[in-house]
């Protein structure tokens, strides 16, 4: 599993709201199950954090599905700027590249991917009607989560405690020293968990009486046990699609971090989200 | 206008994206229209040719993780490249991102074929033979060793070269520890490839690739050096660091015409999230400006 190429890939674009949205179609010879929209996390491209986006859509192509992975306004190659955006108009984008997909590629409900922030606008397309064949949510935080202070100070603690109990142990001491500690890359192996700040006119945040209202058939939900919005997320979503009646499934990757900024931490949660989409009737 | 498409490379397909100066059509569409637009390849490319410009640029973007968080910054000077005059040229490593090819199977090596690939394409399809390149970290290294065997390689902005390979190893392998004694693992043990030698942040980096970065040192290079360059830190602060000071000299020592700066603005290559260096694009393009006008 890499960078086989086994299915057409080609570059497409759409007009909306006056901005051109770009991204890439892996499409099979052949139609297979539903298609997929793959969606980036907060900050990144279409890609995907070490490039798993890219990677989990062919090898979900040599599947049969249609895979399009879009940047989304102000993101990758798209068009807008860069600080003008905010989980709102991700949705919105979101529902975009679902209606470019309805009616370019495969009219039924898409399979939903998304990845930290894009897990959440993989919800908001939910609140907002869409009809999906079911969603795969990865490291997705709280939807729409209020960056309260309780909330940032539970993510540094975590990690501090974390770090603070094996600091402790002599091995850590001995690969640590062997060679300079730098805090720029201490910063970026802990980082990167997709808080915002919210905007004007931003979704509410997912309460326990929330109920979508686009249909669903399932959800699988990702996390790793090193990431620190995995606990209150994993249950607020098992609620939210518990409530809705369509399921979940969580799988939690053991000692990933947010960004699953590992080999066979990256392996893991593509092989899991295949196995758990080739499971689902067609 | 924007035009996004693959060219073959080595068996392998690079995806590339080239900003022409012409400014992109307003788009009809509503919002939820949904429709594509379609264009011919052809006719993208016709246009883009002889236009009134005689030089292009090209963009070498740094790999692994530092080039995620360095795409969007690279897009943004790519158009403003464009909005000036000056086509510019973008593109994914064989390997990475949207083109095609194994990231195992990355080194120094292929990097600098996709770059010489990239150079031939955009001189092509900018009906010029005049390029500045545009380096960024590892990028930026693959630029100046391109830039030692094409003549028509006018000028180089090397932003915060790696230099010397083996601290970039030596960061590969600090990254894992730390990763390992943060999480519970160092993300690479048992589950690596054959020929596999690190995991870099869920990038498999070879032993090749490590080979090749080990034995690579910018400031220890002879071959003569015609294009103009410039070393561009990009700091909290406008003092270039004495690295780059150092390579400034090695490569005046080689015949190019060499300036060191600094610019105040955030390492985009290290951001977590959306960042906008201004100040980086505005000197880049200063540059590349005051090239064309000297010409």
Redesign the interface.
């Known amino acids: 599993m890499?960078?086989?190429?086994t299915a057409e890939?080609r570059?497409?674009?759409?007009?909306?709201?006056?901005?051109?949205m770009?991204g890439?179609l892996h499409m099979p010879a052949s139609r297979g199950p539903a298609p997929v929209i793959m969606l980036s996390g907060?900050?990144?491209?279409?890609?995907g954090?070490?490039?798993?986006l890219?990677e989990a859509a062919r090898v979900l192509a040599e599947d049969g599905r249609a895979v399009a992975r879009f940047d989304f306004r102000?993101?990758?190659?798209s068009?807008g700027?860069?600080?003008e955006h905010d989980l709102k108009c991700h949705i919105?984008d979101a529902?975009?590249m679902a209606?470019?997909v309805?009616?370019?590629v495969d009219e039924r409900p898409p399979v939903l991917l998304g990845i930290c922030s894009g897990g959440e606008v993989a919800v908001g397309a939910l609140f907002s009607g869409l009809d999906v064949d079911s969603v795969c949510l990865w490291s997705a935080p709280v939807f729409a989560a209020e960056p309260t202070a309780a909330r940032r100070s539970r993510k540094r603690l975590g990690?501090l405690l974390?770090?603070g109990r094996?600091?402790l142990r002599p091995e850590?001491w001995r690969?640590?020293l062997?060679?300079?500690?730098?805090f720029?890359?201490?910063?970026?192996?802990?980082?990167?968990a997709g808080v915002?700040e919210k905007s004007e006119g931003e979704p509410e945040e997912l309460g326990r009486s929330a109920v979508f209202t686009g249909r669903c058939g399932g959800a699988l939900l990702v996390y790793?046990?090193?990431d620190p919005v995995a606990q209150e997320a994993a249950i607020a979503y098992e609620s939210l699609y518990g409530g809705a009646g369509c399921g979940s499934s969580l799988h939690v990757v053991?000692?990933?971090?947010h960004?699953?900024?590992?080999?066979?931490?990256?392996?893991e949660v593509i092989r899991v989200t295949r196995e758990w989409l080739a499971g689902r009737p067609p | 206008m924007e035009i996004y498409e693959y060219i073959p490379v080595r068996g392998e397909r690079l995806f590339v994206g080239l900003h022409l100066p012409e400014p992109s059509p307003p788009s009809p569409l509503r919002r939820g229209s949904g429709q594509a637009l379609p264009r011919e390849r052809g006719d993208r490319a016709q246009r883009g040719r002889g236009e009134g410009t005689h030089e292009c640029a090209v963009i070498a973007s740094p790999i692994h993780e530092e080039k995620k968080s360095a795409h969007r910054p690279l897009v943004d000077l790519a158009r403003a490249l464009a909005g000036c005059g000056v086509p510019c040229l973008r593109f994914d490593y064989v390997g990475t991102g949207d083109s095609s090819g194994e990231p195992a199977a990355v080194t120094l090596g292929s990097m600098t074929d996709d770059l010489r690939a990239a150079v031939e394409h955009a001189k092509r399809v900018s009906a010029t033979e005049v390029v500045h390149l545009v380096g960024v970290r590892l990028g930026a290294d693959i630029a100046a060793l391109l830039a030692e065997e094409d003549p028509g390689i006018r000028s180089i902005v090397l932003v915060v070269p790696v230099v010397q390979g083996a601290r970039y190893v030596r960061e590969m392998r600090i990254r894992s520890r730390i990763r390992g004694a943060i999480t519970d693992s160092e993300g690479g043990g048992p589950g690596l490839a054959p020929g596999v030698a690190v995991d870099f942040d869920g990038h498999p980096v070879s032993d090749e690739m490590i080979g090749e970065l080990a034995a690579h040192d910018l400031c220890s290079r002879s071959a003569r050096l015609a294009a103009s360059v410039l070393c561009l830190d990009v700091k909290a602060r406008a003092e270039p660091t004495a690295g780059l000071r150092k390579l400034g000299e090695a490569l005046r020592s080689r015949g190019a015409d060499v300036t060191v700066s600094a610019v105040v603005d955030e390492p985009f290559w290290n951001a977590l999230g959306p960042v906008e260096p201004r100040a980086f694009t505005g000197a880049v393009v200063g540059r590349l400006r005051q090239g064309c006008v000297e010409q």
């Open positions: 890499c960078g086989a190429v890939e570059y497409v674009e759409f007009g909306f709201g006056g901005l051109t770009r890439v907060w900050g990144g491209t279409r890609y954090p070490n490039g798993i890219v102000g993101r990758g190659d068009d700027a860069v600080s919105e529902l975009a209606d470019w309805r009616d370019h990690y974390d770090y094996k600091a850590t690969k640590l062997s060679g300079r500690v730098r720029d890359i201490i910063r970026r192996v802990l980082g990167g915002h790793g046990t090193a053991e000692g990933a971090n960004g699953f900024y590992g080999l066979h931490w990256k392996t």
